[in-house]
């Protein structure tokens, strides 16, 4: 009796396992399905409104490193004097 009722829930188990590995990859379809169906519609409305060149055009960052770059930026130019106040221990 004992050898039939494990079987009879290793048996229910496996049913149960797979009704939800299938309700699982179900939802995962129907996601995959909607994704897609929203990337073919953003590129149907961007090929309605292909945009200018001139769109694409950014202005690069500059950063002077030395003083034709400051001079060039006119930027101020911050100088550090190095160990020019000396504290010795007393």
Not at 15 to 21: I, K, N, R, S, Y
Not at 41 to 48: G, L, P, V, Y
Not at 54 to 73: E, I, K, M, N, Q
């Amino acid at each position: 009796m004992q050898a039939e009722v494990k079987r009879r829930i290793q048996t229910i188990l496996i049913v149960a396992m797979l009704v939800a590995a299938h309700a699982r990859a179900g939802f995962f379809y129907e996601r995959s399905r909607e994704a897609d169906q929203a990337i073919e519609q953003e590129k149907e409305r961007h090929a309605e409104d292909p945009l200018d060149a001139d769109y694409y055009v950014t202005h690069g960052s500059f950063t002077p490193y030395d003083l034709a770059g400051h001079r060039l930026a006119k930027t101020p130019v911050w100088v550090r004097t190095g160990l020019r106040d000396v504290l010795l221990p007393v």
